[in-house]
């Protein structure tokens, strides 16, 4: 079998599990779990998309990476001044030890 003729039926054997993984398998345990049918009521409920989360078009969605962005920025302003406290700290010891040195 050529290597083109090989390549075309990986890709094809490649395409044929994903949908059967999708559009057969996916569903039929869909069907047999309790939890992703709440999951999906829920959703259906309160108007909810799961592609939305990741394009932030639902309001909570949009306020929790507000908030967290503003956690993460607040955290790292606060590290850094703590840095900064520690160099200070550990420039001043060392002047302090130069000094004593210096003075014996």
């Not at 999906?40 to 908030?67: K, L, R």
């Not at 956690?71 to 302003?77: I, L, P, T, Y």
């Not at 840095?83 to 003075?103: H, N, P």
Request: charged share 25%; with cysteine; aromatic share 10%.
């Amino acid at each position: 079998m050529p290597r083109a003729a090989r390549t075309i039926f990986r890709l094809c054997c490649w395409i044929g599990g994903l949908w059967l993984f999708f559009c057969v398998l996916g569903p039929w345990l869909f069907s047999l779990s309790p939890a992703w049918q709440r999951y999906d009521a829920v959703q259906e409920e309160h108007n909810i998309h799961s592609g939305a989360i990741y394009y932030t078009d639902v309001p909570v969605t949009q306020a929790s990476e507000e908030a967290t962005r503003k956690a993460v920025r607040e955290g790292m302003a606060l590290r850094m001044q703590q840095r900064l406290a520690d160099r200070k700290a550990a420039e001043a010891a060392k002047q302090g030890a130069e000094a004593d040195d210096k003075s014996r």
